[in-house]
């Protein structure tokens, strides 16, 4: 019989087709391709042979020509369904609309669950693909796995039809193949690194001859590694940041791995982690990918930002720098948008850095999950921190067969070496005694727990180089004043910082002084970390100060992390040895209790329900949407929310906006809102309209009636 020659897409000039079968052989031999990094390649390519088998329908040939819409991807996920292939056919079923739930034997064709997809009896006929397509290979069933098991595999999957669906149909409507790859490999990514350092090993003070001995201890292991769990306890300031890049490059280059993601908790530090690998190994092989990340393309953009833009779709680059919600969030998603970039963490080192902060009410689910890319998809993970959260026992329950492995000989004589400050409970002050000390100090950095704190501490300073830095800033405005703050430490002028604890994971300054605000353990070394950081003055001198404000309560949601630090402060004369960090973490889980530890039930959802992807994907919310973002009218963010009020919208546009928002609280946002001083532009979408209540020295006021940022 003559094939029908059935259309798969029509070009937006109408003068170029695709056939179904063009485009299932061209979807089928990438997702091979790509599922091939985690020995599922046979799977990769019957997943993409029976994607778009639906379109072989009369119904599907008319919807191309502007007939109604019509189900075109049922019909694969029937097939492979039938043939026992179930993770075949929920990545089928979800290719457009998202992975769906199992559902049960309950469930009727007008369900959007697989097993209500799998009911539908109604489907256009579609049996013509058989004329066309030799029926793909089926592939041998999976051994046994668990629930939790089949479904990160089935996510995996997922992800390499996805990706390998959109390029395939990406190259025929452009005409030609995109402009992506063109990076440097990982061997060569190496030898830039060590001509960078090659400088270092000559080291003229004790603290770089440490660092140096770090260094030299991730080359070491890296190249004698292999894949599996390790972690890099390494005091702050002791150069962790590249030590860890040069581990995984080496063991990337040793292994064949593809690529090194680098895993960070905060936006805040993205950039300036990001810039610092891109002086050392090109800007065009790192990737900074967040909610802010500002990669678009366009009919006017350079080849070298389009590849960026596509990269970031996919993570197909060397170098990949994200947040750990995008990376969690991504892990535990159901949408093709989410997962499209995760077979590409197979066969890569993954560095968490500030592993400290993964986010306890998931820590359960994320440990799960790097576990489970370590046991199955060949990649190797390090947790990198100067604070390590003491995760043993939870590596030991969910990858039994990978016990984590210290690359930093001796981490106690390190921390011994590398003390560079003391540590001073100054006990009850009120807010005026604070300010006063703040204000005798030429350079000092005071950190707060609350954002109202420090702009009525910042009130009480001297102006004149004094900052005040929290997230009612927009993120574009607190790098250029981390910027001058930088220049007035380096220069010796005048600089009194309060902040909230945004400046704590990561950020590179350097205070001879530090006030801290009693906390966890964790975070009050972290703002240590921010003193003596260079180690130009001595330990004895360089103080470390904390205190409890008089009058003011703990915050609710770090009570159980202040208890636990008085506990420990009551135990050890210096909380900064590793001894007192990891009774700290010990204590603070065990109050929390094992079941705060997947605080929504996750791991629970995968062995009592059938492969509730999109009810995971929904619950899963490292960050909580518990604020709404108004976007600040300055700078570029003036032309940005330009756009907006002209209807405009786009994934582009809010990336870039993303550098000029304001996270804030329902009660703060109906203040703004009954004074005038916000439009809502559409659900979810406020502009600030009266740029009075926006000061740059203290970002967004919180009392819009009198205009004053430091009074509620």
Not at 7 to 15: C, F, T, V
Not at 192 to 198: M, P, V
Not at 357 to 372: D, G
Not at 479 to 503: F, H, N, Y
Request: negative net charge; contains cysteine.
């Amino acid at each position: 019989m003559e094939p029908k020659q059935a259309l798969a897409h029509i070009s937006e000039d109408g003068q170029r087709t695709q056939t179904v079968a063009e485009h299932l052989d061209g979807t089928a031999r990438r997702s091979a391709s790509f599922a091939a990094a985690f020995g599922a390649e046979q799977d990769g390519y019957y997943t993409g042979t029976l994607h778009d088998i639906g379109k072989y329908s009369a119904a599907f040939q008319r919807r191309l020509h502007g007939g109604e819409r019509v189900d075109h991807s049922t019909a694969g996920a029937q097939v492979a369904f039938r043939q026992k292939q179930f993770p075949a056919a929920f990545a089928v079923a979800g290719h457009h609309g998202g992975l769906p739930d199992g559902g049960s034997q309950a469930d009727t064709g007008q369900d959007s669950t697989l097993m209500g997809r799998i009911k539908r009896n109604n489907l256009p006929p579609y049996d013509a693909w058989k004329e066309e397509i030799c029926p793909p290979p089926t592939p041998p069933l999976p051994p046994a796995k668990t629930g939790y098991e089949m479904a990160f595999y089935t996510r995996m999957l997922f992800s390499c039809l996805v990706d390998a669906d959109y390029l395939d149909t990406e190259q025929f409507m452009d005409g030609a193949a995109p402009p992506r790859g063109g990076h440097a490999t990982i061997s060569a990514l190496l030898k830039l690194l060590n001509e960078h350092i090659a400088p270092w090993w000559q080291p003229k003070t004790e603290l770089n001859a440490r660092r140096c001995e770090i260094l030299r201890a991730c080359l070491d292991t890296g190249a004698q590694g292999s894949r599996g769990l390790y972690t890099l306890t390494v005091p702050t300031g002791g150069g962790k940041t590249i030590a860890s890049l040069a581990f995984a490059l080496t063991l990337a280059a040793a292994q064949g791995m593809d690529r090194v993601i680098y895993v960070i908790p905060y936006t805040s530090i993205i950039d300036q982690t990001a810039a610092v690998f891109a002086e050392i190994l090109g800007k065009e092989n790192v990737l900074a990918h967040h909610s802010g990340a500002a990669w678009s393309a366009d009919e006017n953009s350079t080849p070298a930002s389009y590849r960026k833009a596509l990269a970031a779709e996919n993570w197909d680059v060397p170098i990949v720098v994200t947040t750990s919600a995008q990376f969690f969030e991504s892990l535990y998603g159901n949408r093709p948008s989410q997962c499209r970039k995760l077979h590409n963490i197979a066969n890569s080192v993954i560095i968490f850095d500030e592993a400290q902060n993964l986010p306890v009410p998931y820590l359960r689910p994320c440990v799960a999950a790097i576990a489970e890319l370590v046991r199955h998809f060949r990649a190797a993970a390090v947790l990198c921190t100067a604070t390590q959260p003491a995760l043993g026992p939870l590596f030991a329950e969910f990858a039994p067969e990978f016990p984590l492995r210290e690359i930093c000989p001796e981490p106690t004589r390190l921390y011994e070496q590398l003390r560079r400050v003391t540590l001073k409970n100054a006990g009850s002050l009120t807010q005026q005694e604070l300010g006063e000390q703040l204000a005798a100090l030429p350079q000092v950095l005071c950190v707060v727990n609350r954002r109202k704190t420090a702009q009525e501490l910042f009130a009480a300073l001297p102006q004149e180089g004094s900052f005040c830095l929290t997230t009612l800033l927009y993120p574009a405005h607190r790098k250029a004043a981390l910027q001058e703050i930088r220049r007035r430490l380096d220069v010796g002028l005048p600089c009194r910082v309060v902040s909230t604890s945004l400046i704590e994971a990561g950020v590179d300054v350097d205070f001879p002084a530090v006030y801290r605000e009693m906390a966890g353990l964790d975070s009050i070394l972290q703002a240590a970390g921010r003193c003596n950081r260079e180690g130009k003055n001595a330990a004895e001198t360089s103080l470390v100060t904390v205190f409890t404000l008089d009058g003011q309560s703990v915050p609710k949601m770090i009570q159980l992390n202040v208890q636990t630090t008085e506990r420990v402060l009551q135990h050890y004369d210096d909380p900064t040895n590793l001894a007192a960090i990891e009774e700290y973490f010990t204590f603070y889980r065990s109050l929390k209790g094992d079941i705060q530890l997947d605080a929504k039930n996750i791991l629970s959802d995968f062995q009592n329900k059938l492969m509730p992807f999109a009810t995971v994907a929904d619950k899963f919310r490292i960050i909580e949407e518990s604020t709404v973002t108004v976007y600040i009218p300055q700078g570029e963010g003036k032309e940005l929310t330009d756009q907006l009020r002209t209807g405009w919208r786009s994934r582009s546009l809010f990336r870039k906006l993303g550098q000029y928002g304001v996270p804030v609280y329902p009660d703060h946002l109906h203040r703004l809102e009954q004074a005038g001083a916000v439009q809502q532009l559409d659900t979810d979408l406020w502009v600030l309209e009266d740029l009075h209540c926006y000061h740059d020295k203290t970002g967004l006021a919180l009392d819009v009636e009198t205009g004053q940022a430091w009074f509620v």
